[in-house]
T-cell receptor, first 114, second 111 residues
Framework: DTEVTQTPKHLVMGMTNKKSLKCEQH?????MYWYKQKAKKPPELMFV???????INESVPSRFSPECPNSSLLNLHLHALQPEDSALYLC?????????????FGPGTRLTVT | QKEVEQNSGPLSVPEGAIASLNCTYS??????FFWYRQYSGKSPELIMS????GDKEDGRFTAQLNKASQYVSLLIRDSQPSDSATYLC???????????FGSGTQLTVLP
């Protein structure tokens, strides 16, 4: 089973709202990732968690705050977003951190900031 | 120079033909290479990984890797309309050794 789940599927939020995206995997993977994908562009890495610790933050604005409560769960807390943050947010997991390992993506959360 | 380059297409092939998708990369230290398929409005789906020079076959898909030429390709035999999607090449690269994606090639298989 290579399933990564994400909720919600769609999210519309105002610029003053606070919301959270959730991701879960039960493959025993020890690395989890957040990517952002704009239309007709490739995924862009935002954060990497390895063994529940943040190992990479790709200079993401502080209005995005990741959290890894345990090895199966990954959250992305959103606050004071801008319209340009509207995108498909993808969670992925792999057996360990790094590009050597196969990464499996969840279905994504399509975020619209109004 | 971009780290991972793909022809953006669109690439159109007739049903039953072989579709050939190409990818070049700039990081000579890259050791891991992946192909993802992404249908419109969906998330990327891993279809092939390749780590050694040569060919790797999985059903109708064949990945080819040439590290000396810094080139990786994906062949899709007996293409079907259901293969119509954007194909993303991903390479382990950069100082953090994370996945770097190409811009993707849009493939259309015509019935």
């Amino acid at each position: 089973d290579t399933e990564v789940t994400q909720t919600p599927k769609h999210l519309v939020m105002g610029m003053t709202n606070k919301k959270s995206l959730k991701c879960e995997q039960h493959m025993g993977h020890r690395a989890m990732y957040w990517y952002k994908q704009k239309a007709k562009k490739p995924p862009e890495l935002m954060f990497v968690y390895s063994y529940e610790k943040l190992s990479i933050n790709e200079s993401v604005p502080s209005r995005f705050s990741p959290e890894c409560p345990n090895s199966s769960l990954l959250n992305l807390h959103l606050h004071a977003l801008q319209p340009e943050d509207s995108a498909l947010y993808l969670c992925a997991s792999s057996p360990a951190a790094g590009g050597t390992y196969e990464q499996y993506f969840g279905p994504g959360t399509r975020l619209t900031v109004t | 120079q971009k780290e991972v380059e793909q022809n953006s297409g669109p690439l159109s092939v007739p049903e039953g033909a072989i579709a050939s998708l190409n990818c070049t990369y700039s990081d000579r230290g890259s050791q891991s290479f992946f192909w993802y398929r992404q249908y419109s409005g969906k998330s990327p789906e891993l279809i092939m990984s390749i780590y050694s020079n040569g060919d790797k076959e999985d059903g109708r898909f064949t990945a080819q890797l040439n590290k000396a030429s810094q080139y990786v390709s994906l062949l899709i035999r007996d293409s079907q309309p259901s293969d119509s999607a954007t194909y993303l090449c991903a390479v382990e690269a950069g100082s953090a050794r994370q996945l770097t994606f190409g811009s993707g090639t849009q493939l259309t298989v015509l019935p």
